[in-house]
C-alpha cells in the first residue's frame, strides 16, 4: 500500500536539507527502487550491477562519479518503461580491510598473530559491520535508487557458495594450478598483491654502472674483453643474477655471445647471451638477467632456460642466495654491495636516473617482484572468449577506442595469481592430506570423502592457509548477486545485465575478468555494454591528493550546496572515457540552476492560483512564443533521447539546462507576463507554463531528481484540485512518471523560425544598450526596417517592446525607413534597426571611449604584426607559441572591426 505524500506546500525559497532526506525515504518506502513496481514491471529488464565500493571506504568524487552516473541511466530507464533493476552491494576488499584492522588492534596493544586467526576474522567481521552502514548512507545521499532489498555483500552466504563453485569447477577443469612464478610482492603485507594494487611513482633514483669480469680474462683488457659493462637500478638482485644478455645485432658485444662472465663479487660464472628484447639505448646495451627478481627477466629466462635464483626473504632481507650479504635489508644490501664493488674495481659511475618505482596502493612501500608458490588461473582460454564477445559485438565498449586496449591486454595475459597471504577473504577451498597430496571440494566434509577414497582411510586434513585474490569473488558480480549457481527467478529475468559502468582504470583488471568468468560459468555475457568514465581531477586538472591539499569532498559539498548540485556538475562536465575538472566554482553555479527552477516554478504556481475564473472559461487562443516554446520542447526532448541513447549524457543534460534557463525562464516567462494579463491568452498562457514546466521537469529528473520531485509533487497537488488546466493524469510520483514523448502535432518550424528572427533583433538591441551603458530599466526608441517581416514584427510589438525595453508610442516598424541622424545601427535576422540614442548618454564621452579603446587595439596590433613579421621568431619560438600570438592577432584584428563601427555610428 502506498504512503502517503509529503506536505506540498511550497516554500519561498528551496531547501535542500529539508527536502533531500525526506523525499529519499519516500521513495524507498514505496518500493519504487525495485522492479516489480515500475511503471510496466513486465517491461524490458534493465539491469546495472553496481560496482561493489571497498566496505572501508569513505565517499570520495570517483564515488560520486560512478553512483550518479549509474543512477542516471536507472532513472532514464525506468522512465521509458523498462523494469530497471540497480543491485547494490559493498565489497570485502581482503588487503584494505585487514590492514585497517591491524592497525586498529596495534592501537590497542595487541595484533593478528596474538589474535589468532578465527579471533583476526571475526574482528574484520566487527569492523565490516561498523563501516558497511557508513559507506551505504553515503550513498544514499547522492539519490541511489538502488533495490537496496537485494543488497549483497561479496563474503555473504551466497557469494561465498559462487566462490567455492567457481574454483572447484576451475580446478577440476585443470584450469586452476598451484605453481612458483614471480608475482607482485608487498613485504610488509607478507602478501602477493594484484597489478591494479601497485602504483608506480616517478621518483629520482641511480642508475649504477659496473662491470661483469670476462672468465679467464682480465679486467685492465677494457670492455668488451676483459670485462662487459652493465647498468642496472637495483644493484642488490645482481646477487640473483643468472646471464647478461645483449642484442644479436649489437656489433659491440657479438664476439662476447657465448662467453662466461662472473658476478660480480659472488664470482659465480654466468653466460652471455643474446635476446632481441634487449634495449640496445638504455645503460651500456647489456642487460644483466635476473629471473626471480624481474618480470621481463623472468619471460627471458623461460625462453632461455635459465636457473632461477631467489635472493630475499619475504620480508625483504637477503637470503643465504646473497652470499656475504645475507641478512641484510634490501637497500642497505643496495649501499653495501655498491661499496664493496667500488673497493674491489668492479664500478664504473653512477648518475641519477628518473625511475618507475613500484608502491603498494595500500601502505606505499616499494613492491618487490619475487617468485612465490601461489595459485594461479590459467586464463588462455577465457581471454579467447572475451576477445571474441567483444569483436564480435556481443559486448560493446564505450567509447569504442578502448576496444584496442581491451585487445592487447587479453592477447598478452599471463597467468592470474589468484592467492593471497591473508586472513581475510574467501579461503581456498583446497584441502592437504598428509603427504600434501591436494583435495579441492565445496567444504570440508566433500574433501574429506576424497580422500577417504585417495588414502583407503580416514586421515587428517589442512586447509590451505590462503585466501583468495578480492578480483576473483567480485569477477563473479553480476552474475552471483543475482543467485548463482542456483537457477534463481532473479537470474533467469535479470541476466544478462545492461549496462557495466566503471573508470577506465580497471577495464582489464576488473572487467575483462567479468567477461571471462561470466561467458565461462553462464555461457552468455554478463553485460551487454561497458561504459567507461574518466577520473576527476581539480578545476586545474591534477590528480585529487592530500599532499596537493585539492581533494574536495563530496559530503561536505553535498551539505553546502545541495545533492542536486553536485551531482548535474558531475554529470554535465564529464564525457565517456575522459577525464573531468571539477570546480566548486561550477557547482556553485548549478546550485543557482536549482534555485532557477524553484523560482520559475513559484511564479507558474501562484500565477495558476490567481488566474481568474473568466479566464478559465474563455476560449484559448494560442501565440507565436506559446508555439514556439512548445515546438522547442519536443525538439529538445528528441535530441535528449538520442543523447541518452548514444551514451552522450553530459551533452543531454546542457540541452535540458540551455533550454529551462534559456528558453523557458528568460524567454517565454518574460513574454508570459504579459500574456497572463490578457484575458484572450491568459489561459492558453498558463496551460503552456505548466506543460512545458512539467515535461522539462521530466527530462530533467535523472540528473537533478530531488528538486525535479519536489516540484513535480506541487504542480501534482494543484493540477489534481484544479483539473481545468487539462492535467488530470498524474503518477504518484515522478520518479515513475514516463519520460517525455514527443508530439509531431507540436513541432512548428514555422514558429521556431519567425521566433528565431525576433529573439535576434531583441539580441541586437539588448547588447547595443549594454554596449553604450543605457540603465537596464530605461526605455528607449526604436525604428525598425523589417522589409518583408513587417506583419511578423507587428504582430509582435508587445513582445518587442517589453523584451528589449523599447517606448511602445515611439517604436516605428516599416518595410522602409530613413537612418535618423546620431543613431546606432543594427542588421540582425534581416532586419535593420535605428537607435536613436541622443540624449540618453553622453556621445562625446563616447565617442571618446571607444576612439582610445580603437587606439590601444591598433597600437596591440602593431606590435604583434612586428613580432611575427620577425623570421627568427618564427623560426626558433616554439610551434605552440608563434599559434597563439597569430590567434591572439586575429582576435584583436576583430576587435579593432568591431570598434570601429561601434565609432563610425556614433559619430554618424
Not at 530507464?77 to 584492522?101: E, F, N, S, Y
Request: charged share 25%; glycine share 6%; hydrophobic share 40%.
Amino acid at each position: 500500500m502506498m504512503s502517503e505524500a509529503p506536505d506540498f506546500s511550497l516554500p519561498k525559497t528551496y531547501d535542500f536539507k529539508a527536502t533531500e532526506e525526506r523525499l529519499y525515504a519516500w521513495w524507498e518506502s514505496n518500493g519504487w527502487f525495485k522492479p516489480e513496481n515500475a511503471p510496466q514491471p513486465d517491461g524490458e529488464p534493465y539491469v546495472i550491477s553496481i560496482p561493489p565500493p571497498n566496505v572501508t571506504g569513505e565517499l570520495h568524487q570517483g564515488h560520486a562519479l560512478f553512483v550518479t552516473l549509474e543512477d542516471l541511466m536507472i532513472r532514464y530507464a525506468r522512465m521509458r518503461g523498462k523494469a530497471a533493476l540497480w543491485v547494490p552491494g559493498t565489497d570485502h576488499a581482503g588487503i584494505a580491510t585487514q590492514l585497517q584492522v591491524e592497525r586498529k588492534l596495534r592501537r590497542e596493544g595487541t595484533s593478528r598473530q596474538e589474535l589468532g586467526r578465527e579471533r583476526f576474522v571475526q574482528a574484520c567481521w566487527d569492523w565490516t559491520d561498523t563501516y558497511h552502514d557508513r559507506i551505504t548512507g553515503q550513498l544514499r545521499r547522492l539519490g541511489t535508487s538502488c533495490d537496496w532489498e537485494r543488497e549483497r555483500f561479496t563474503m555473504d552466504d551466497g557469494l561465498n557458495a559462487a566462490v567455492r563453485e567457481a574454483f572447484v569447477r576451475l580446478y577440476r577443469m585443470g584450469l586452476i594450478y598451484q605453481a612458483e612464478y614471480l608475482v607482485n610482492w608487498s613485504p610488509g603485507l607478507q602478501t602477493a598483491v594484484s597489478d591494479v594494487e601497485v602504483e608506480y611513482s616517478e621518483e629520482q633514483g641511480t642508475l649504477y654502472y659496473f662491470k661483469y669480469p670476462i672468465a679467464g680474462a682480465h679486467l685492465d683488457d677494457g670492455p668488451g674483453i676483459g670485462y662487459i659493462p652493465v647498468a642496472t637500478t637495483r644493484p642488490e638482485t645482481i646477487l640473483g643474477d643468472s646471464a647478461v644478455a645483449v642484442h644479436p645485432e649489437d656489433e659491440r658485444f657479438r664476439d662476447l655471445i657465448g662467453a662466461t662472465c662472473l658476478v660480480p663479487m659472488l664470482k659465480r660464472p654466468i653466460p652471455v647471451i643474446h635476446d632481441t628484447y634487449v634495449d640496445r639505448e638504455f645503460g651500456t646495451g647489456a642487460l644483466k638477467i635476473t629471473p626471480g627478481h624481474d618480470v621481463n627477466d623472468f619471460a627471458i629466462g623461460q625462453r632461455h632456460g635459465l636457473q632461477i635464483i631467489n635472493v630475499m626473504n619475504k620480508d625483504a632481507t637477503l637470503n643465504d642466495n646473497a652470499g656475504p650479504y645475507a641478512g641484510l635489508d634490501r637497500f642497505e644490501c643496495r649501499k653495501r654491495l655498491w661499496a664493496d664493488m667500488e673497493a674491489a674495481g668492479l664500478t664504473i659511475k653512477a648518475e641519477p636516473y628518473t625511475m618507475q618505482v613500484p608502491r603498494s596502493q595500500r601502505g606505499g612501500e616499494v613492491i618487490e617482484p619475487l617468485v612465490s608458490k601461489q595459485w594461479f588461473v590459467n586464463t588462455k582460454a577465457m581471454a579467447e572468449l572475451g576477445l571474441a564477445a567483444v569483436r564480435s559485438g556481443r559486448i560493446q565498449i564505450v567509447p569504442e577506442r578502448f576496444n584496442k586496449v581491451f585487445y592487447h591486454w587479453l592477447e598478452n595475459l599471463r597467468p592470474w595469481c589468484i592467492s593471497r597471504q591473508l586472513w581475510w577473504g574467501h579461503r581456498i577451498p583446497v584441502w592437504n592430506g598428509p603427504d600434501g597430496h591436494p583435495f579441492c571440494a565445496h567444504d570440508e566434509q566433500a574433501a574429506a570423502a576424497q580422500a577417504r577414497l585417495h588414502y583407503g582411510r580416514d586421515v587428517n586434513l589442512t586447509q590451505d592457509e590462503d585466501v583468495l585474490d578480492t578480483w576473483f569473488s567480485s569477477g563473479l558480480w553480476p552474475f552471483s548477486t543475482l543467485g548463482w549457481p542456483a537457477d534463481t527467478a532473479d537470474l533467469r529475468r535479470f541476466y544478462p545485465t545492461a549496462v557495466l559502468e566503471t573508470g577506465y582504470d580497471i577495464l582489464f583488471f576488473w572487467v575483462a575478468r567479468m567477461i571471462m568468468m561470466g561467458l565461462m560459468f553462464t555461457n552468455d555475457v554478463p553485460f551487454q555494454t561497458v561504459y567507461l568514465h574518466g577520473l576527476v581531477r581539480d578545476e586545474h586538472g591534477r590528480k585529487m591528493s592530500k599532499t596537493f591539499g585539492n581533494v574536495i569532498d563530496p559530503i561536505e559539498v553535498m551539505d553546502e550546496m545541495g545533492t542536486d548540485a553536485l551531482r548535474f556538475t558531475l554529470l554535465t562536465g564529464s564525457s565517456p572515457g575522459n577525464d573531468m575538472n571539477l570546480s566548486i566554482e561550477r557547482v556553485r553555479g548549478n546550485r543557482n540552476f536549482a534555485n532557477k527552477i524553484w523560482n520559475a516554478a513559484r511564479f507558474v504556481l501562484s500565477n495558476l492560483e490567481r488566474l481568474p475564473a473568466s479566464a478559465l472559461a474563455a476560449a484559448p487562443q494560442t501565440t507565436l512564443a506559446q508555439r514556439w516554446i512548445r515546438s522547442r520542447l519536443q525538439t529538445v526532448a528528441v535530441e535528449a533521447t538520442r543523447l541518452f541513447e548514444t551514451f552522450q549524457y553530459g551533452e543531454a543534460g546542457r540541452q535540458a539546462y540551455d533550454f529551462l534557463w534559456g528558453d523557458y525562464c528568460d524567454w517565454y516567462i518574460e513574454i508570459a507576463k504579459n500574456e497572463l494579463n490578457d484575458p484572450d491568452t491568459a489561459l492558453s498562457a498558463a496551460r503552456t507554463l505548466l506543460e512545458v514546466l512539467e515535461q522539462a521537469l521530466r527530462l530533467l529528473h535523472p540528473f537533478i531528481p530531488f528538486v525535479t520531485e519536489e516540484i513535480w509533487q506541487h504542480l501534482r497537488a494543484f493540477c489534481l484540485q484544479q483539473p481545468g488546466f487539462g492535467l488530470t493524469e498524474w503518477p504518484a510520483a515522478l520518479i515513475v512518471q514516463r519520460w517525455p514523448q514527443a508530439d509531431p502535432d507540436q513541432m512548428d518550424a514555422a514558429a521556431a523560425e519567425h521566433f528565431a528572427r525576433l529573439q535576434d533583433v531583441v539580441r541586437a538591441i539588448r547588447n547595443a544598450r549594454a554596449e553604450a551603458k543605457v540603465e537596464p530599466g530605461r526605455r528607449i526608441t526604436a525604428l525598425l526596417a523589417a522589409g518583408e517581416f513587417s506583419d511578423l514584427l507587428s504582430a509582435q510589438r508587445d513582445v518587442l517592446v517589453n523584451l528589449a525595453r523599447l517606448q511602445a508610442d515611439t517604436l516605428i516598424i516599416a518595410p522602409t525607413l530613413s537612418a535618423p541622424a546620431q543613431a546606432v545601427t543594427l542588421v540582425a535576422g534581416g532586419v535593420t534597426c535605428y537607435l536613436p540614442l541622443s540624449g540618453l548618454v553622453d556621445l562625446d564621452a563616447e565617442r571618446a571611449r571607444l576612439q582610445a579603446e580603437l587606439d590601444q587595439a591598433t597600437a596591440t596590433i602593431e606590435r604583434v604584426e612586428r613580432t611575427l613579421a620577425n623570421a627568427g621568431f618564427v623560426s626558433r619560438a616554439p610551434t605552440d607559441v608563434v599559434a597563439r600570438e597569430r590567434a591572439r592577432l586575429a582576435e584583436l584584428q576583430q576587435q579593432q572591426a568591431s570598434l570601429a563601427a561601434r565609432l563610425a555610428a556614433w559619430t554618424a
